[in-house]
Nanobody, 119 residues
Framework: QVQLVESGGGSVQPGGSLTLSCAAD????????MGWYRQAPGKERELVAD????????NDATSVKGRFTISRDNAKKTVYLQLNSLQSQHAPVYYC????????????WGQGTQFPVSS
C-alpha cells in the first residue's frame, strides 16, 4: 500500500476554481496510474479522471470534460486535479487513488477531501 496525502481543499464560491494535490510515498511513483474519484452522500464512488504513469494517457469522466483537468509531476510524486466552474453539485468527497503496476494488486486511497461551494 502507498500512503497518499491529499491537500488543497477549502471553501470556494460558485463558479470558482480549486486545485487538489495528492502526494504519494513511493519510490516508483512514475509506474503508478493515478486517479481522482468522488463520492456524494448515498451514492457510489465514481471516477473523475485518471492518468497513466508517464502522463501519456488521460481518461476523463464525460461530466467533467473541459472543466476538470488531471496532471502529474513525477519528480514531486504528486498528482493534481484542477477544478473549474465549480457548483454546489461538485461538493462530494474527492479521493486520490494509486493503482500499482502489479498484477492483482489492490489500489491505495487517500483520506478524502471536501470543499464547500457557497457564496
Amino acid at each position: 500500500q502507498v500512503q497518499l496525502v491529499e491537500s488543497g481543499g477549502g471553501s470556494v464560491q460558485p463558479g470558482g476554481s480549486l486545485t487538489l494535490s495528492c502526494a504519494a510515498d513511493t519510490a516508483i511513483f512514475g509506474h503508478y496510474t493515478m486517479g481522482w474519484y468522488r463520492q456524494a452522500p448515498g451514492k457510489e464512488r465514481e471516477l473523475v479522471a485518471d492518468i497513466t504513469g508517464d502522463g501519456s494517457r488521460i481518461n476523463d469522466a464525460t461530466s467533467v470534460k473541459g472543466r476538470f483537468t488531471i496532471s502529474r509531476d513525477n519528480a514531486k510524486k504528486t498528482v493534481y486535479l484542477q477544478l473549474n466552474s465549480l457548483q454546489s453539485q461538485h461538493a462530494p468527497v474527492y479521493y486520490c487513488m494509486a493503482a500499482p503496476p502489479f498484477v492483482r494488486a489492490a489500489p491505495s486511497w487517500g483520506q478524502g477531501t471536501q470543499f464547500p461551494v457557497s457564496s
